[in-house]
């Protein structure tokens, strides 16, 4: 069965400081990857999608940035933070092969930036 | 833009009771999607309507889509303590999925 893992669960970070969240998905081949933010009380924002390694679309102008180096793995980074960047930030999966985009999350980083 | 958009009121019920809720949205969609959140959790897949039905049941949980109005609704119902969660509604547009705020429930024992 497939297992999606991301972490850490909870991060605290000053300002200014770099930024680097880690996903990864198993038991499937070329999944469709997603990051979202979630601002307390609010809907999922899409930040960024992936459908292969090294394809990246970015839906919202702002301070991170997304990667992904191998199939299964995607990560989300900043070189410095703002204090806007507070969140809890979500990493999903879809399976490309089919065409309903149920999607499936990962326990999720609450991110606190002071 | 946001594609679906809940009633935003929070919904308080009491054990045994049925729980409905609204969902909006304003383009052509592919199909739209149900997901609850506990807090803090990540969000789980919970029912999909194509474009093309108006009602569909998984267990205790009913979906209806209105195309005309551009709405959708969830039932739970005989709602149990553990329902107590977040539910969100998503529209699937050219494979992007676009949630509402959500609509949290609480069931009281």
Redesign the interface.
Known sequence: SQTIH?WPATLVQPVGSPLSLECTVEGTSNP?LYW?RQAA????Q?LF?SVGIGQISS?VPQNLSASRPQDRQFILSSKKLLLSDSG?Y?C?WSDSGQ??????????T?LSVL | SQQGEEDPQALSIQEGENATMNCSYKTSINNLQWYRQNSGRGLVHLILIRSNEREKHSGRLRVTLDTSKKSSSLLITASRAADTASYFCATDTNNRLAFGKGNQVVVIP
Not at chain 1, 41 to 44: E, T, V
Not at chain 1, 99 to 108: D, E
Request: glycine share 16%.
């Open positions: 991301q469709n979202y009380g609010r809907g999922l899409l999608y839906e809890f979500l999903a065409v309903l985009n149920i999607q499936y999350f990962g326990a999720g609450r």
